[in-house]
């Protein structure tokens, strides 16, 4: 997203859009216990994070710029808007988890 925005006014430029949330969603629904290998000979359930290779898409759409780029500003706004609502949202739920456990730890 950054880098479309950045792109803007850059004749010709295709807006892109990276892919993981799918391929990250079936690795976290297919393992139950996921193991850690340290060591190329250790056995590999596959289901390894190290398995997720996001995907870039270009958007090859005909552009309404007479300039050929295709990037939607109004878009990739409400798209950053979206991250940062997701992302204060799971920071309140970590920091929630912690003060729960610092709770706990402290017997108060």
Not at 59 to 74: C, H, T
Request: no cysteine; glycine share 4%.
């Amino acid at each position: 997203m950054s880098n479309n925005i950045a792109n803007l006014n850059t004749p010709g430029y295709k807006s892109k859009r990276v892919i993981f949330e799918e391929k990250l969603k079936n690795i976290m629904d297919n393992s139950s216990i996921s193991l850690k290998t340290t060591n190329k000979n250790h056995i590999n359930d596959g289901n390894s994070m190290q398995n997720i290779n996001p995907q870039t898409l270009q958007d090859k759409s005909k552009s309404l710029r007479l300039d050929g780029n295709n990037v939607d500003i109004d878009l990739e706004m409400a798209n950053l808007a979206a991250n940062q609502i997701l992302y204060n949202a799971l920071v309140s739920q970590a920091n929630s988890r912690i003060a729960m456990r610092r709770a706990v730890i402290n017997g108060k």
